[in-house]
């Protein structure tokens, strides 16, 4: 899914941000795309034929070893795709097509993304579900068989988005659920059997020499799932082959890929959760069918997976939106959580009672009813400063409050696939209720709302002269890109003091550094604090986007009312000279729209705070529970400064230099 175009620029400026962005590669990921373009053209100009070898069958068990009868929301809607799939119905990122005769599997009226997600195979599972909960298990059957012979019928020249080693990975696993699903069916009918068993065998062997090690990350995680399963699945010393290959890249690759503090580092919450469940159903695979041989690094790194996950959910365990994560583009956290409880016997990951679909559907009911649920593990819900991630998490679970704050690299050197301009910025949930969030991402395809979904004025963070902190650009490019400074974390049983600054804007023509402070006195305030350090007077505007169930209303000066929920919340800002509230607009530029879901726009309140000022300047606001705040900003200069917060009747002073709060 990684793609590169012009997207309006001249060839000046796309050649020179090409070269920005390629000089962060390595060379063996230069040398690997070289080879992959090449031989793509001249398998092209020969019209290479899809492979169709003999193969020998293994005899494995399913992941999936059960599917619930029960009646639950999540299993009817399931349902209700799996019969749309029967009758040719498709709908991805929120667009159904209707391919009433034939399916066209490269149709040019849709997205890249829209023909991949058709390509992939991922409703195998509903058309499962629905053939075994309503009885229609024979149409669902017959189902699969057409949509997958009309598959190696088109594709029957490797070329189109159906070739591309990410489908290809995608659609290996998702045959074999149907086919160690349908195994009794299969063996009624020799015909397709061994004619999808031979696609299969063919499309692992073309995979196995495509491997993305020219994107690595997540992508290639996926081709090697694919190469483990598949190893399995088939005897024979090519497949054994397939088997180690994948374990080896695998145990390589995580190594590198997965942090000590057990963050992915793409550092998308959405693909952290992606990696995770293929960490888990890969662990879960070898147990069932490798002799219950599972490596023990592999299992040290689902763990400590699971602990951050934990570790970033906020108490409605509903994912953090940062970096490219959507609501509809991943698992359930909590039924992964779950399904991680169920795999390690233990109720450390549990968060309720509930058994969702999908961990019912890999362990089944019984498994869940060992454990009590109590609050989870103490020491995963905890605020905490994830050093090698650069989450900053402040917690407090009792009080359903929770802001989570990014002060990380914006992504991994070689791959800025899923980077925003985001440094700096977070979300907060108040008393149960989400309040500040994160934009999220409405598509990847390159364009307007990609780009806005991307720059810094989408988060909730500085921007300077207009100009984004890390030059995003195209779908998934990053040319020059901020990286972050020294980070202070000082925490206490009544406050929580966090700093940190990032350089993205000293290769602009301001020259400028912003540092951002925030103060946690627990169960009252938020303050955050934004200083500027530049060479000359720039233009800032510090973007606070609510939640688009929240109302913001103007109360007096520098005060609004924050509506969430019963009780009130108050935002009290300073050092600002004026301040506007868009919500919903496209003109002169895209403002005030969140997207939770692929292709769902949904307005929200952004409030911006403006202001033109000196070389040095400071700016922010404060977040409180209960009563408006009054903040005055002490200038000292760099790290001498002061903040003194009245609040009601308390008052508090903030020391930037010895990171101290105290109460007058």
């Not at 497949?239 to 057990?262: C, K, S, V, Y």
């Not at 879960?284 to 996950?309: A, Y």
């Not at 500085?462 to 030059?471: A, K, L, R």
């Not at 000082?490 to 951002?516: L, M, Q, V």
Request: with cysteine; proline share 4%.
């Amino acid at each position: 899914m990684v793609f590169i175009t012009k997207h309006n620029l001249s060839r000046k400026e796309f050649f020179v941000k090409f070269i920005q962005t390629a000089q962060h590669l390595n060379l063996q990921q230069i040398v690997y795309r070289s080879y992959y373009v090449i031989r793509k053209k001249i398998w092209g100009m020969q019209k290479k034929k899809a492979l169709f070898p003999n193969y020998s069958i293994a005899e494995i068990k399913p992941l999936f070893s059960r599917i619930p009868y029960k009646d639950e929301p999540e299993l009817a809607h399931k349902i209700i795709r799996g019969e749309k799939i029967s009758q040719k119905k498709f709908s991805f990122l929120n667009i159904e097509k209707i391919y009433s005769r034939k399916i066209h599997w490269n149709d040019p009226n849709v997205s890249q993304l829209w023909r991949y997600n058709l390509h992939y195979f991922n409703y195998v599972l509903e058309l499962i579900i629905w053939g075994k909960c309503t009885g229609n298990d024979d149409n669902a059957w017959k189902a699969f068989v057409s949509i997958a012979n009309s598959w190696i019928d088109e594709n029957m020249v490797i070329t189109g988005d159906g070739w591309h080693p990410y489908t290809i990975s995608l659609r290996i696993v998702n045959w074999i659920h149907a086919l160690t699903h349908w195994k009794t069916y299969l063996s009624t009918d020799p015909n397709f059997s061994d004619r999808i068993y031979r696609s299969l065998y063919g499309q692992v062997k073309i995979l196995a020499s495509y491997l993305e090690k020219d994107v690595r990350g997540n992508h290639l995680l996926k081709n090697v799932k694919a190469l483990i399963w598949a190893g399995k699945v088939f005897n024979g010393k090519e497949p054994e082959r397939w088997f180690l290959t994948g374990l080896n890249i695998l145990h390589r690759e995580l190594a590198e890929q997965i942090f000590q503090d057990g963050g992915h580092f793409e550092r998308s919450p959405g693909y952290h959760l992606d990696v995770l469940r293929d960490i888990l159903e890969i662990s879960i695979w070898l147990k069932r069918n490798n002799n219950r041989n599972v490596p023990p690094w592999l299992e040290k790194k689902l763990k400590s997976m699971l602990d951050f996950l934990c570790g970033i959910l906020p108490p409605s365990n509903v994912l953090p939106m940062l970096k490219d994560t959507s609501l509809d583009g991943f698992a359930d956290p909590e039924d992964i959580l779950t399904a991680g409880a169920l795999y390690f016997n233990s109720n450390d990951y549990l968060t309720s009672k509930r058994l969702g679909l999908y961990p019912s559907m890999l362990f089944g009911e019984s498994r869940l009813n060992r454990y009590d649920y109590s609050e989870n593990h103490p020491s995963k819900k905890k605020s905490r400063y994830f050093g090698d991630s650069g989450f900053c998490v402040f917690r407090d679970d009792s009080q359903k409050d929770f802001l989570i704050l990014d002060a990380g690299s914006p992504c991994p050197d070689y791959l800025p696939a899923h980077a925003h301009a985001d440094m700096l910025s977070y979300e907060l949930t108040a008393n149960g209720h989400q309040i500040i969030v994160d934009s999220g991402v409405y598509e990847y395809t390159a364009g307007k709302w990609r780009d806005y979904f991307r720059s810094t004025r989408a988060h909730n963070t500085v921007e300077i002269d207009g100009q984004n902190q890390s030059d995003v650009w195209s779908s998934f490019r990053v040319g020059n890109r901020a990286e972050i400074g020294p980070v202070s974390w000082n925490e206490s049983d009544k406050y929580i003091f966090f700093r940190a600054e990032h350089d993205g804007y000293t290769r602009r023509p301001s020259r400028s550094i912003h540092c951002r402070t925030v103060v946690w006195v627990k169960g009252k305030f938020w303050i955050i604090l934004d200083e500027i350090f530049g060479k000359r007077p720039v233009s800032a505007i510090n973007y606070i986007h609510f939640a688009p169930e929240v109302s913001l209303c103007f109360d007096e000066k520098n005060n609004w009312r924050i509506h969430a929920g019963e009780n009130p919340l108050w935002l009290s800002a300073f050092g600002y000279q004026n301040s506007k509230i868009t919500k919903g607009s496209k003109q002169p530029s895209y403002q005030g729209w969140c997207s939770t879901k692929f292709g769902k726009l949904t307005p929200n309140n952004v409030l911006s705070l403006h202001t033109k000022a000196c070389p040095y300047f400071c700016f922010g606001y404060g977040i409180s529970k209960k009563h408006p705040l009054t903040i005055h900003f002490e200038k000292g200069g760099y790290e001498k400064s002061n903040i003194v917060v009245h609040c009601h009747q308390e008052t508090y002073r903030i020391d930037i230099k010895a990171k101290e709060i105290s109460k007058l």
